[in-house]
């Protein structure tokens, strides 16, 4: 499953870095995260790193993107070339 951000966001810039799939970006009122590109962190760390530094906790998992662990790994080899 990815990851979404709300509209709690207070557009504090710190979870864009974090991700190592560049998968967050700037949106038109807060940031954004592309389905596409997120793997919540598998292949990479224990837990997604921009729920851990997110100061309002705005970033739960997307139900509409509803993925299983073997998913998210296959995203990670492939956005990574493993």
Excluded: F, K, W
């Excluded at 709690?8 to 991700?19: G, L, Q, S, T």
């Excluded at 940031?31 to 790193?49: A, S």
């Amino acid at each position: 499953m990815a990851l979404m951000i709300t509209e709690e966001c207070i557009n504090c810039d710190v979870c864009e870095p974090e991700c190592p799939n560049e998968a967050i970006s700037a949106g038109e009122d807060i940031y954004v995260i592309d389905p596409n590109r997120c793997t919540e962190c598998v292949g990479h760390y224990d837990e997604p790193q921009c729920q851990q530094v997110c100061p309002v906790d705005c970033i739960p998992l997307d139900p509409a993107h509803t993925e299983t662990e073997a998913r998210l790994m296959a995203r990670y080899q492939q956005l990574t070339g493993q």
